[in-house]
C-alpha cells in the first residue's frame, strides 16, 4: 500500500519560513517524480513545484520561483519543500504527490497525472 507523510507545516508571520517533508512508502522512490501542490480556501488546487526522478530537473509556480526550493533525498526517500518569504497568500493546505515517469528528466506540473497523494498540511501565514 502505498503512503505519502507530509510534515512541517505550521503557522509563521510573513517573511517567515517553513520546510516541509514528504515520506513515500510503498513505492520504488527512484522511479517517481515529485511534487507539490497547494489548496487554499475556496480555490481550486494548484501546482506549486516539480521536481524529476533524477532530482535534476525543477520547475516551479511563478508565484513562488525564487522563494521556494524542491528537493529530494534518494538515501531517505524524502521530498522537501523549503519555503522561504512567505506571504499571506501562501496560506494553505499543501500536498506532496508522486508519478511513476518513464524519463528521469521530467518534472510534471499537471496534477492528474499523479498518481498517490499525501493527506495534506496546513500552512498559515499571518501578515
Known amino acids: 500500500q502505498v503512503q505519502l507523510v507530509e510534515s512541517g507545516g505550521g503557522l509563521v508571520q510573513a517573511g517567515g519560513s517553513l520546510r516541509l517533508s514528504c515520506a513515500p512508502s510503498?513505492?520504488?522512490?527512484?522511479?517517481?517524480?515529485m511534487g507539490w501542490f497547494r489548496q487554499a480556501p475556496g480555490k481550486e488546487r494548484e501546482f506549486v513545484a516539480a521536481?524529476?526522478?533524477?532530482?535534476?530537473?525543477?520547475t516551479y509556480a511563478d508565484s513562488v520561483k525564487g522563494r521556494f526550493t524542491i528537493s529530494r533525498d534518494t538515501a531517505k526517500s524524502t521530498v522537501s519543500l523549503q519555503m522561504n518569504s512567505l506571504k499571506p497568500e501562501d496560506t494553505a493546505v499543501y500536498y506532496c504527490a508522486a508519478v511513476p515517469t518513464g524519463s528521469s528528466y521530467v518534472a510534471e506540473t499537471n496534477q492528474y497525472k499523479y498518481d498517490y497523494w499525501g493527506q495534506g498540511t496546513q500552512v498559515t501565514v499571518s501578515s
Open positions: 510503498g513505492l520504488t522512490f527512484r522511479n517517481y517524480a
Open positions: 521536481l524529476s526522478r533524477n532530482g535534476v530537473f525543477t
